[in-house]
């Protein structure tokens, strides 16, 4: 019997605002072309940049996965009733969305009502773009998960995680990726 390969899932984490499409979008095409799926958080800013450059290469091999968070929270009957994605979320790039019950984020991204937790979880390795406190949580929680973890920031924004590997351009982010997504073969 043959046993089906798990395909590398890249986690994607920046900016819900500010696109950064100088450097998401040549890393979105570049993924599409690997054997790996994208998963991010399914909003937009980065998470839409990068997911749109990787859903409209057209010999692309993965999903685009979106870990949609709650409008509210989830924590009664009635409260289920009514639930609701955020607004604007899913992206329209998002091939798979995984709706979720947990409406924390920002400040709040490492609570364990956040879907933060789920996307480094899923996630076999991640590149963390320059972005506010949600960002800065999922760097911290993919710190403390224990995963391969890079910053892409050209400015230097993230200079406090100092022990964690950089990089200025999609380029760099790319070499690194390439030795450290995991291989299926």
């Known amino acids: 019997m043959s046993m089906a390969k798990k395909r590398p899932c890249v986690g994607v984490i920046g900016s819900g605002t500010e696109k ?3 450097l998401s979008e040549p890393l979105g095409r570049w993924l599409a072309e690997q054997d790996c799926d994208l998963i991010n958080g399914g909003g937009g800013g980065v998470m839409e940049a990068v997911s749109q450059a990787f859903a409209e290469v057209s010999n692309r091999k993965g999903s685009v996965i979106g870990i949609i968070p709650s409008a509210g929270a989830c924590n009664s ?3 289920r009733s009514a639930f609701a994605p955020l607004q604007n979320y899913p992206n329209a790039w998002v091939d798979i969305p995984i709706y979720t019950h947990l409406p924390l984020s920002g400040a709040s991204g490492k609570d364990t009502a956040s879907r933060n937790h789920i996307i480094i979880l899923s996630a076999d390795v991640i590149v963390a773009f320059p972005g ?5 949580s999922e760097t911290q929680l993919a710190l403390e ?3 391969p973890l890079l910053i892409l920031s050209p400015n230097h924004e993230w200079d406090e995680f100092i022990n ?3 990089a200025g351009t999609p380029e760099q982010a790319i070499r690194w ?3 450290n997504i995991p291989q299926t073969g």
């Open 177 to 179: 990726l390439a030795k």
């Open 145 to 147: 998960y224990g995963k």
């Open 77 to 79: 009957p009635k409260a």
């Open 20 to 22: 950064h499409s100088q």
């Open 164 to 166: 964690t590997p950089t």
């Open 132 to 136: 506010g406190a949600g960002t800065r």
